[in-house]
């Protein structure tokens, strides 16, 4: 299975303000706004992206594993 990344859904002037998990479709993540530098807005998906992957695509990795 491939290992979901982050999708950048939504820019507003090149600045990346919403993504989403390549895996979870219904899931979304907003940066809350559109004033503030790139590289930022960036770092704030990247951050709740890999949270997200902590807790739900890592323990359905473990649980899997568990299962074997």
């Excluded at 998990?21 to 993540?29: L, V």
């Amino acid at each position: 299975m491939k290992k979901p990344t982050l999708m950048i859904l939504e820019r507003i002037d090149s600045v990346p303000v919403k993504g989403g998990c390549s895996a979870c479709k219904e899931i979304q993540f907003s940066t809350g706004s559109v004033i503030s530098n790139m590289q930022q807005h960036q770092k704030t998906l990247e951050l709740m992206f890999r949270e997200h992957f902590r807790t739900v695509h890592e323990r359905e990795d473990a649980n899997r594993a568990a299962a074997h």
